[in-house]
């Protein structure tokens, strides 16, 4: 599974790395990384269909999680992949944004490694 890592804070990459580095071994899961809402919309153009499932920070510099999520969902749409929204504010105005623009999941920093190896199901 092809999975799109969007977040400002650069050593998101590391931690990921780290937590996932059997999974990346074995090629049960490949990570992308993106820093920035328009860093990951030019990756997905660039990769159309490749990834599967895009993990997103919400509060970013320049273009929002939120504004990403809208333009993922606006223009992937066959299949789009899943988009799961994380955020260090568990604030329920957040929660019901990205539920109303087509979140599929929400998550709270810091991350809980050991949940989401659940959700990926693997």
Do not use: C
């Not at 504004?67 to 604030?91: C, F, N, Q, S, W």
């Amino acid at each position: 599974m092809k999975i799109l890592v969007v977040d400002d804070e650069r050593d998101i990459q590391t931690l990921f790395e780290q937590r996932f580095r059997k999974e990346i071994k074995e090629k049960v899961l490949k990570f992308a990384f993106a820093f920035s809402g328009e860093e990951a919309l030019t990756y997905l153009a660039q990769h159309d269909h490749e990834t599967v499932l895009i993990l997103s920070d919400i509060n970013m510099p320049g273009m929002s999680g939120l504004e990403l999520l809208r333009h993922i969902k606006e223009k992937y749409m066959k299949p789009p992949p899943i988009v799961m929204m994380i955020t260090a504010y568990g604030d329920a105005e957040n929660f019901s944004k990205a539920k109303q623009l087509g979140a599929d999941d929400f998550l709270t920093k810091p991350v809980d490694f050991n949940y989401l190896k659940e959700k990926f199901k693997i």
